[in-house]
Structures are given as structure tokens and as C-alpha cells.
């Protein structure tokens, strides 16, 4: 039985590539989106509650503010069009993803 080249079939494809890229690489690579996926989860975390203090109790401004910076982020970032991204960009994409992390889990935490 031979497999089809669906839609579906190039997305896997497209994620196992990325995947094995982020396995495979330099030392620096690998550590640098490590520390920057470990740090995106603290200033996640800590930045919501800060803006949580300074607004006086509205965590939905605070979030939306977090949500809009990560969005326009994503927007910038689909314009570059490399099959391996460059360090800087590979670091801002990984702090995006331990942000959005932090927000999620935050989130469920409060059971909101």
C-alpha cells in the first residue's frame, strides 16, 4: 500500500524536520534555544504578575498585552522564509514558545 502525499503527510514532514534540527546541531545552537525556551517561561510568568500588580487586578489587560507582543512577534517571523533559521531568530522564537507556556500554565493554574 503506497502512502499519499496529502496536506497532512507534509506537515508531519515539516515537523519531524524541524524536530530532528533541534536535536542535531551545534552545542551552541542547542543550548542557546534551551536557555532561551527556560528564560521565556520565567519572564512569562513573572511579567504577567507584574502587570498584574501595576494594573490594579486586571490579569486580562495584562495577558492580552503579553498575547499582542507574541503575535506581532509570529507575524514578523513568517516572513522569513530560511530552512535554518539564524540563532537570533531560533532564540526569539523559543522565548516566544516558553512565554505562551508560562501564560497557558498560569492559566490553568488559576482555572481560568
Do not use: C
Amino acid at each position: 500500500m503506497t502512502l499519499q502525499d496529502t496536506r497532512y503527510d507534509q506537515f508531519q514532514r515539516r515537523v519531524g524536520t524541524h524536530l530532528s534540527q533541534a536535536l542535531v546541531g551545534s552545542w551552541r545552537r542547542r543550548s542557546v534555544g534551551l536557555l532561551s525556551l527556560l528564560f521565556g517561561f520565567i519572564v512569562g510568568s513573572n511579567v504577567t504578575m507584574y502587570w498584574f500588580q501595576k494594573s490594579g487586578q486586571q490579569r486580562p489587560f495584562a495577558v492580552l498585552m503579553v498575547v499582542l507582543v507574541l503575535e506581532m512577534q509570529v507575524r514578523l517571523r513568517s516572513r522569513v522564509r530560511i530552512d535554518q533559521w539564524p540563532l537570533s531568530w531560533l532564540a526569539l522564537d523559543n522565548l516566544r514558545i516558553g512565554t505562551v507556556y508560562a501564560v497557558v500554565f498560569e492559566a490553568f493554574k488559576l482555572g481560568s
